[in-house]
């Protein structure tokens, strides 16, 4: 909602229709004076009426909570590039420890018979000697069974198959129905879509000993941006989110978990009676619980490394999407359970996130009221100069999300046209209106307590076969060495999945 009140605010003042100065008192454009101007110096004395008061003061309040969102905003997302010590401290080793745990994998499913088997495949040729994988299907979705079941025969005694009985449906009941059957000491969730790193649970693995953590949040990313306008706006979200956002958060100790590619010790989870099964935003609320409980919560974080993902494929699809994240920030806010955080920081990060559904949605709401003042009020010139001051972070910001885009095309080998950039340029504003729409959307469900799941479709979009990743200036340091034992792992992988299918022998057959 930043760009779209800034400009509806700011540009319009300085534009209102006027016939010339008028009487004396009357200036061009700037309200009306009861009392002439007096002596050299005197400053003209402006009668304002309880509408004015309330008008003006809401364009000043919308301002100043723009400006501040923006100045914010953009803290995060140049904190990666401002700290590299920050970015290195949560990057994965070059050097992984050998493996020490074994992980048990879910991958729930509903109605993703497109996408699940091939996500199942890839994730059975993980370099890691010890994982098995639980695959989530509903017993009323058919098409997805057999993809899963067809997928466990591929890889016996690898891949196992949770039958999903609840209802109504959602995905923190499916995992907690999975649960039961883990028998891995770490516990990872995976979208059904989900491309996945060949190497990430060495990695994990290695992160896990090193620092001790009860939790690890792994990278991820969209990857189809050139899809639709939205999905350019989309995939820059994850991308300054994970590369440089997260990492901030970090370093602040209030990280709001991701629904997947994140990784939990069974001990914990078991500890938490795993996910809040009537909760929107499950990932994060388990974060809350975990971080008050004094878990600790680590950022895993290469670009090579992260699970790529797809944006959601129609408009309408997106925008159910951020009424459900919104809502369930809503529920957990109202939940109270970050009120435990030890730190008068740590909850104060949590405050400002969770309310940012109610922030958006009243910014949102005060567009129809800017229109109507830019359209029938004269502003005072004061007033209009700072209605123009989040205008200068707000370009900034677009100035970032340029070159954030550029670095996006070169570290994933994506050409970025120059339709590309235009189309972010003219993106800002549509897309930060339907932020606004999202998030009353959101409140809306959420005062009525429609509390149902509703579901994001997948069909494959970022899945092109390309190549891995070129890892770029600061992050190229870090991640120099993958490179050089890729070919290595390729030679090895069919005698690495024999070795892998008799290390999950012994979890069971399919259910």
Request: glycine residues 8%.
């Amino acid at each position: 909602m930043t760009i779209t009140t800034t400009l509806l605010t700011a540009a319009g003042p300085l534009l209102q229709p006027n016939e010339g100065t008028g009487p004396a008192g009357d200036l061009p454009n700037r309200g009306t004076t009861d009392v002439p101007t007096g002596g050299s110096g005197q400053a003209p004395q402006v009668a304002w009426s309880l509408g004015d008061w309330v008008g003006y003061s809401a364009l000043i309040a919308v301002s100043v909570l723009l400006t501040v969102i923006a100045l914010t905003t953009l803290w995060w997302m140049l904190h990666a590039w401002r700290s590299r010590d920050a970015l290195k401290s949560t990057s994965f080793s070059q050097t992984p420890l050998p493996a020490a745990h074994r992980f048990t994998l879910l991958v729930p499913g509903r109605h993703e018979q497109d996408v699940m088997g091939e996500t199942l495949d890839m994730l059975a040729t993980q370099d890691h000697p010890d994982f098995e994988i639980i695959a989530i299907v509903g017993e009323d979705d058919p098409e997805t069974d057999a993809v899963v079941r067809a997928a466990a025969e591929r890889h016996p005694g690898l891949i196992r198959v949770v039958v999903d009985d609840t209802a109504p449906k959602n995905k923190p009941k499916a995992m907690n129905l999975a649960l039961q059957y883990a028998t891995g000491d770490i516990v990872g969730v995976f979208d059904a879509e989900d491309e996945v790193y060949p190497k990430l649970l060495s990695l994990v693995d290695s992160r896990f000993q090193e620092t001790g953590a009860d939790v690890v949040q792994g990278g991820v990313q969209l990857m189809n941006f050139k899809s639709s306008w939205w999905s350019l706006r989309n995939v820059l979200e994850y991308y300054f989110w994970f590369r440089s956002r997260l990492h901030f958060h970090a370093g602040s100790k209030f990280i709001p978990l991701g629904g997947n590619t994140v990784f939990v010790t069974k001990e914990r989870l078991e500890w938490s009676d795993g996910w809040d099964a009537h909760c929107l935003a499950e990932d994060c609320e388990l974060g809350v619980r975990l971080s008050a409980d004094g878990a600790k919560v680590v950022v895993a974080y290469s670009p090579e490394a992260v699970t790529r993902e797809e944006t959601p494929p129609t408009f309408a699809s997106l925008l159910k999407q951020r009424t459900r994240w919104n809502q369930g920030f809503l529920q957990v806010l109202g939940k109270g359970e970050w009120k435990k955080l030890p730190s008068f920081r740590q909850r104060f990060f949590a405050r400002y996130m969770l309310t940012m559904p109610f922030i958006q949605a009243a910014t949102g709401l005060l567009i129809p009221l800017s229109v109507l003042m830019i359209l029938f009020v004269k502003v005072p010139t004061a007033i209009a100069l700072v209605s123009f001051i989040p205008v200068a972070p707000t370009l900034m910001l677009l100035a970032v999300e340029v070159v954030g885009l550029n670095e996006f095309g070169r570290i994933y080998k994506e050409k970025v046209r120059i339709r590309d950039y235009v189309k972010l340029v003219l993106g800002l504003v549509p897309y930060q209106v339907f932020l606004a729409a999202a998030a009353v959307r959101a409140v809306v469900r959420h005062v009525k307590g429609q509390n149902g799941w509703e579901k994001t479709e997948h069909t494959g979009q970022h899945r092109t076969g390309g190549a891995q990743p070129e890892v770029v200036g600061f992050a190229s340091e870090l991640t120099g060495s993958a490179a050089s034992a890729s070919s290595a792992a390729s030679s090895s992988s069919s005698s690495s999945s024999s070795e892998r299918a008799l290390a999950g022998s012994s979890a069971g057959g399919a259910r």
